[in-house]
Each structure stands twice: as structure tokens, then as C-alpha cells.
T-cell receptor
């Protein structure tokens, strides 16, 4: 079983739609959580950290449920420029090593 | 501009021919690491370094070596590349070991071993 699991998609949504991605992690000792965005053939970039209380950054909302070991990302009012792969990340251990999910591909259609 | 650079960006080589992929960061970060990314497997850590002269194995270290003689540089060495090392490689750095330190990635090196 992968340490961080995501639905690979693709999610094909029209512009303006709301889309939600889910992710589960297996290591209950994980302490920090993130969503990274990766455009095709480019490097991953931090989209947002995920806090226990949930957090919002513009059209993006991230939630963490430690009891269920579940992380989510909600994107409202999707834009064409949101098309990318979204990587769920859990970190923990002595070096806070990042464990990446395989990513969920989002394609926003005009 | 704060960044992580890697060279070369693309490389096609043959089995057994030693190669080095360079990585450099200008952010004075202590922690650096190398990942490979393969379809269906995601990003997997190869090696990491917590500071100068301190390196350790990640999840998939076989067939790779690294060194950290200076804080800014963290080269990845393939002594005898094999076709199963064909992959997309990313170097990354972050300030320290704190859970919330953002990790910055280089632009990637696409390696093909024939």
C-alpha cells in the first residue's frame, strides 16, 4: 500500500466548476501536509500547506482530518490555468521527509 | 532570484557511461535532496543531505551516489547507468528540517539511458 494515495484522475471539468481532490495517508505519525502543483514536464511547486483547522487561499481550500488520515483540496470557480497535476504530500519523521502521492490530473475545459 | 538549478536539463547516454547531474541552490538552504519521478510511482527520494558532508540514503539509492562538499551544491552521480535509471530527476532544497519549511525544486533533468 502506498504511503500517500490519490485518485489519479483525470478530472475533466468545465471552467467555473468546483472540483475536490482527496488523499489518504497511511503513516499516523505524519506531522505536516501540503498540496503541490506540477505543470506538465515541470517541477512541483508548493500550492499550499494544510493545517488542522483547515485553510483557504483565494479559490483554494485545504482540509485535514487526522482521525481519518485524510486530506482534501477544493478548487472553486476553476480556471483554464488550474489545469495541472496536484500532488498530495505528507511529511514526518526526524527529517520531516516529504512523501508524495502520485498526483491527480486536472483538466479544465473551456 | 532565489532558485535551484540543475544541469543538464536533458541527457541521452548509453549503459555504463558515468555521468553527473549538477544541482545548485542560492538560498543558503541546509537540506537538499534528489528525487526521481516515474509514471505511476510518483516522486521518490534517492538521497538527501542535511548539511555539508552529511548525506544519507532515501528510498531508492541503488545505483546512485551523491556528495555535499559545499552548502550550495549537491551533485548526483551515476557511476554505471542502466536503462532502469531512465527517469525525470529533480533536485530540491529547503531551509531546514522544520515541518513547514517550503521545499523548492529545480527544473528537472530528463535522463534516457540506452
Amino acid at each position: 500500500r502506498k504511503e500517500v494515495e490519490q485518485d489519479p484522475g483525470p478530472f475533466n471539468v468545465p471552467e467555473g466548476a468546483t472540483v475536490a481532490f482527496n488523499c489518504t495517508y497511511s503513516n499516523s505519525a505524519s506531522q505536516s501536509f501540503f498540496w503541490y502543483r506540477q505543470d506538465c514536464r515541470k517541477e512541483p511547486k508548493l500550492l499550499m500547506s494544510v493545517y488542522s483547522s483547515g485553510n483557504e487561499d483565494g479559490r483554494f481550500t485545504a482540509q485535514l482530518n487526522r482521525a481519518s488520515q485524510y486530506i482534501s483540496l477544493l478548487i472553486r470557480d476553476s480556471k483554464l490555468s488550474d489545469s495541472a497535476t496536484y500532488l498530495c504530500v505528507a511529511a514526518g519523521g526526524a527529517t520531516n521527509k516529504l512523501i508524495f502521492g502520485t498526483g491527480t490530473l486536472l483538466a479544465v475545459q473551456p | 532570484e532565489a532558485q535551484v538549478t540543475q544541469n543538464p536539463r536533458y541527457l541521452i547516454t548509453v549503459t555504463g557511461k558515468k555521468l553527473t547531474v549538477t544541482c545548485s541552490q542560492n538560498m543558503n538552504h541546509e537540506y537538499m535532496s534528489w528525487y526521481r519521478q516515474d509514471p505511476g510511482l510518483g516522486l521518490r527520494q534517492i538521497y538527501y543531505s542535511m548539511n555539508v558532508e552529511v548525506t544519507d540514503k532515501g528510498d531508492v539509492p541503488e545505483g546512485y551516489k551523491v556528495s555535499r562538499k559545499e552548502k550550495r551544491n549537491f551533485p548526483l552521480i551515476l557511476e554505471s547507468p542502466s536503462p532502469n535509471q531512465t527517469s525525470l530527476y529533480f533536485c530540491a532544497s529547503r531551509y531546514g528540517l522544520a515541518g513547514w519549511d517550503e521545499q523548492f525544486f529545480g527544473p528537472g533533468t530528463r535522463l534516457t539511458v540506452l
